[in-house]
């Protein structure tokens, strides 16, 4: 009884950490069903979860705006202090952890648009929603208008139940919404690769093409926009 208050203190000390710093949400998922190489030989996954401003979407109509270039620059800054500190948290506490970039790309043969760790795997993993149709990570309450980090660690933590379908039903309105035509228009199950989705290439290519004005490596976010799920 006592383990179990402990554990459960300890829980919400992590969750009030991250949502002090500013998480909106947090979840907790078991990561062992990866290949130890692709988990980095940690078992546990904490994915923060950080909603989009909607002062800032609601700029966006037919194209990115600047605003929304800095704001996605901003959250990223953010996610990055809140994972480096849980990790030194759980460090502190002798659990061996590590905080995985908000946006970093790694040399991948058969991916060249991918991060050390996808910090969708964990948010799906811990079952807080599923893969859209526009390979976006669809949140329950906030749909894809949240922005993602982790922090693979071995403590012990409750986990929750994997998300293994799609959610999306007849939904296609990201599918339509895409200028660079880069959504397959795919239903998401469980272990389905990215690139079955959407094309990553021909989504940065339009972005450099198109938004050269906007900032280098502008985001278009226009599928994210156009996507009910989470819409008051
Ligand atoms: S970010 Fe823009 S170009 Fe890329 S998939 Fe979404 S709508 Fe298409
Ligand atoms: S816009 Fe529709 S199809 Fe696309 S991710 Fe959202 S719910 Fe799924």
Redesign the pocket.
């Known amino acids: 009884m006592q383990k179990e208050e402990d554990q459960q203190l300890f829980e919400k000390s992590i969750r009030f950490l991250g949502k002090s710093l500013g998480a909106t949400e947090l979840s907790f998922s078991n990561i062992e069903v990866l290949t130890a190489e692709k988990r980095m030989g940690y078992s546990r996954c904490i994915t923060i979860f950080i909603r989009l401003s909607q002062g800032v979407l609601d700029q966006i109509k037919y194209e990115p705006t600047q605003t929304y270039f800095s704001h996605y620059r901003t959250v990223n800054r953010l996610i990055d202090d809140i994972t480096l500190r849980l990790s030194l948290f759980l460090e502190d506490r002798g659990y061996p952890s590590l905080a995985i970039p908000a946006s970093q790309s790694v040399a991948d043969p058969n991916d060249a648009f991918t991060g050390a760790f996808q910090h969708k795997t964990g948010a799906v993993l811990s079952g807080e929603g599923w893969i859209g149709r526009?390979a976006l990570f669809i949140h329950r309450n906030y749909g894809p208008r949240v922005r993602l980090g982790t922090v693979l660690t071995n403590a012990p933590l409750t986990v929750g139940v994997p998300t293994t379908r799609s959610e999306c039903g007849t939904c296609r309105a990201c599918v339509t919404?895409?200028?660079?035509m880069?959504?397959e228009g795919q239903l998401w199950e469980l272990g389905l690769p990215r690139n079955a989705l959407?094309d990553a290439y021909s989504?940065s290519q339009?972005?450099k093409d198109a938004y050269k004005h906007i900032g280098r490596g502008a985001?278009?976010?226009?599928?994210m926009v156009a996507c009910p799920v989470g819409k008051e």
Not at 177 to 180: D, E, F, N
């Open positions: 526009s919404a895409c200028p660079a880069a959504i959407y989504c339009h972005m985001v278009c976010g226009l599928c």
